[in-house]
């Protein structure tokens, strides 16, 4: 089976699945999303293409088991962030135990023991019913999953019990994510001769205490009592413009920052960092304006201790239970109400150009999750 899932992972790096919203090197998920689709259409499991918009699509397929009410959806995203620095990224190399390549470890791995499942449990009786997913775009705005969310997820005849996203987690049970937020502010001044400072109001030199207002949150944040897996939440300021010309008092400035979200953090908390930001700039010396407001946001995910994901981790080997840093898009299927945790192979590099995944790992996630299914029957 391991040399059927490195031949699988071989073809899913070949296929270029590049995020487009990412690098002018992608070109969508169609041709991954086909390939999907043909790997169950041969095991005669139902499967279906949904296109998202233009050639981003998701690939979904349904394996009724012995109990039909029982769905247990599983789940991986076929983006990949760009390959710019990279010799040779659609070409899986073998060195030892490491098999490099894009997406090798983010997170096609995952997506080739999701199909080696099918296959298993096509030849084998399945105690549940297990619905495979393969969604577009998670690396950018996660229009593959909402897709999903909105439009499959409810179809099914009932709500699945457990999400299990095959992301990395280096074969832990990832029960919780941070969520973020981004925010953006904006300074409004007066343009004027650069000679003439006194005829304008500078936008910029403003920014310096939206900045230290920023810096002075994060290091509170720092000192906040950590979440048990997730340590402490944090910010920082991701981009910076304004101005129109180094002779000109500029006339505009603008700071975004990104705020990554513990499972607990109020909305209120994140309103009330953005009003001092806000203050710190109108209370400085100068006629500056300032307004500024939250652009974007995706909650936490955390799943309690419970039976069900006690029996991932002994099936897992008993491995740990872990906190992710990063935003998944399991945290869309707990939003409407699918249980959903993060559990993958071991490797390293996620968006690095030396990225990798240890062969022996997704072997030993592919038997786990064999395990984990056919425990269920019990
Ligand atoms: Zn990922």
């Known amino acids: 089976m391991q040399d059927q899932l490195i031949q699988c992972l071989t073809r899913l790096v070949q296929i270029n699945s590049v995020n487009p919203d990412l690098s002018t090197t992608g070109q969508g998920e169609r041709e991954i999303a086909e390939y999907i689709h043909h790997h169950f259409q041969l095991l005669e499991i139902p499967s279906e293409i949904h296109t998202v918009i233009d050639d981003r699509c998701n690939t979904t397929a ?11 959806l599983l789940n991986g ?112 001044g007066l343009a004027a001769h650069g000679s003439r400072p006194e005829q304008g109001v500078n936008a910029i030199f403003p920014l310096s205490y939206a900045l230290k207002e920023l810096e002075t949150i994060n290091q509170e944040l720092a000192t906040e009592k950590p979440h048990p897996f997730l340590g402490h939440a944090t910010l920082h300021p991701g981009l910076i ?33 953005l009003q001092r930001v806000i203050s710190a700039v109108e ?15 995706r909650p936490t995910n955390e799943s309690s201790d419970n039976k069900l994901i006690r029996k ?4 897992a080997g008993d491995k740990d239970y872990c906190g992710m840093s990063y935003w998944a898009d399991s945290a869309l299927a ?40 056919l425990d269920l029957g019990d």
């Not at 990554?260 to 009330?272: F, H, Y």
């Open 62 to 72: 349904i394996l009724a088991g012995e109990d039909k009410d029982r769905i247990l």
């Open 77 to 188: 995203h076929i983006d990949t962030v760009g390959v710019e620095g990279m010799d040779d990224p659609f070409t899986l190399k073998k060195v030892g135990d490491r098999l490099y390549g894009r997406g090798t470890y983010d997170m096609l791995a995952g997506c080739a023991i999701q199909m080696g499942l099918a296959k298993y449990f096509f030849l084998h009786p399945c105690p549940i019913t297990l619905v495979f997913t393969f969604v577009a775009d998670e690396e950018n705005l996660s229009i593959g999953m909402e897709h999903l969310v909105k439009h499959f997820l409810p179809a099914l005849p009932v709500k699945p019990f457990l999400g299990i996203f095959l992301e990395p987690t280096e074969e832990h049970i990832g029960i919780s994510h941070k969520g973020f937020a981004w925010f953006e502010v904006e300074i409004k």
């Open 241 to 273: 413009s304004g101005g129109s010309s180094q002779s000109v008092i500029a006339a505009r400035a603008k700071l975004n920052w990104e705020r990554r979200i513990l499972p607990g953090d109020r909305q209120e908390k994140l309103d009330g960092e």
């Open 283 to 297: 209370n400085a010396n100068g006629d500056q304006k300032i307004v500024g407001r939250q652009i974007f946001s």
């Open 312 to 315: 991932l981790k002994q099936a």
């Open 334 to 373: 707990a939003q409407v109400g699918i249980p959903s945790i993060l559990f993958g192979p071991a490797g390293h590099g996620a968006h690095a150009d030396d990225e990798w995944v240890s062969a022996e790992s997704i072997f030993k996630t592919y038997e786990a999750m064999k395990k984990f299914i």
